[in-house]
């Protein structure tokens, strides 16, 4: 089994934390979110791993990964930072957002399961999503179940609760079959887009395609994506507030409503 981190992003909500390195080196608890994923991958077994840099490259310098590079950072975003490793996407896969953290037995979870496409996602993330924002529907975005847990919808901004079973996090597997289904699509929605719109999302140029918008796009043509349920047990850092609010946590003794640091 490999891993690939996506780590290209800027983290310009995380300034000026990341003024001079990506946000995937903040430190959280101690170690940088790279450092913590990587010792999760390690303790599970899991060596063969690729990190996708971009901005400021140059300051993650990790030993015995596979770096692969998104030169055009600025202008694509998870999709396209993924299939610059396109080359390691094969057999049984494991792909991970580079701002997020989480204990080990969520990544075993994702692991042992034997499905082709398969997706992590929180259950419990309604009392998480209140403590970073005002207004949860802001940033939160649908997730719809059938009734054997298999995603229907993913990904969409909402305004009714009601619509949402769950939050993507970031962490997901391809194996099998479905890491060549994955690529596959990806090749023929790029070549669709070169003759007219983006057929992943109309609203924004194919290289700017959010890695939701990818899954969507598996799931309308008829791909089965699992979807493998936690309650908390993770963290994305994505802003000065989020860093703030672990860092209190952590100081008031509260972490562990969210994550439980001795699992990580």
């Not at 993650?60 to 996407?89: D, G, P």
């Not at 975005?141 to 969409?156: A, C, R």
């Not at 983006?198 to 194919?206: G, T």
Request: proline share 2%; net charge neutral; charged share 25%.
């Amino acid at each position: 089994m490999k891993a690939i981190i996506l780590a290209a992003g800027q983290g310009q909500r995380l300034r000026p934390l990341t003024n001079d390195k990506p946000k995937c080196l903040v430190k959280l608890f101690s170690k940088s979110l790279l450092d913590w994923q990587i010792k999760n991958f390690h303790d599970l077994g899991i060596f063969d791993i690729s990190i996708v840099k971009g901005y400021k490259a140059q300051t993650i310098t990790i030993a015995n990964v596979n770096y692969f590079l998104n030169s055009k950072y600025e202008e694509t975003n998870m999709v396209e930072t993924l299939f610059c490793a396109e080359n390691k996407l094969d057999g049984k896969v494991i792909i991970s957002y580079g701002d997020i953290i989480y204990e080990k037995n969520v990544l075993e979870k994702l692991v042992d399961d034997d499905f082709d496409m398969s997706v992590i996602i929180d259950k419990n993330w309604k009392e998480y999503w209140k403590m970073r924002f005002q207004n949860p529907l802001n940033d939160a975005e649908s997730l719809i179940l059938d009734d054997k847990g298999f995603i229907k919808n993913i990904g969409q901004k909402v305004n009714d609760i009601e619509r949402i079973q769950g939050q993507y996090i970031g962490l997901m597997k391809f194996q099998n079959s479905g890491t060549t289904i994955l690529k596959e699509f990806y090749k023929k929605a790029k070549n669709l887009s070169k003759t007219g719109s983006n057929p992943l999302n109309s609203s924004i140029p194919f290289q700017k395609s959010y890695m939701t918008d990818l899954l969507q796009g598996l799931i309308d043509e008829g791909h089965k994506i699992k979807s493998i349920p936690i309650n908390n047990g993770w963290l994305e850092l994505d802003s000065i507030n989020d860093y703030n609010l672990y860092n209190k946590k952590f100081n008031d003794n509260t972490i562990s409503e969210l994550i439980n640091l001795e699992k990580l």
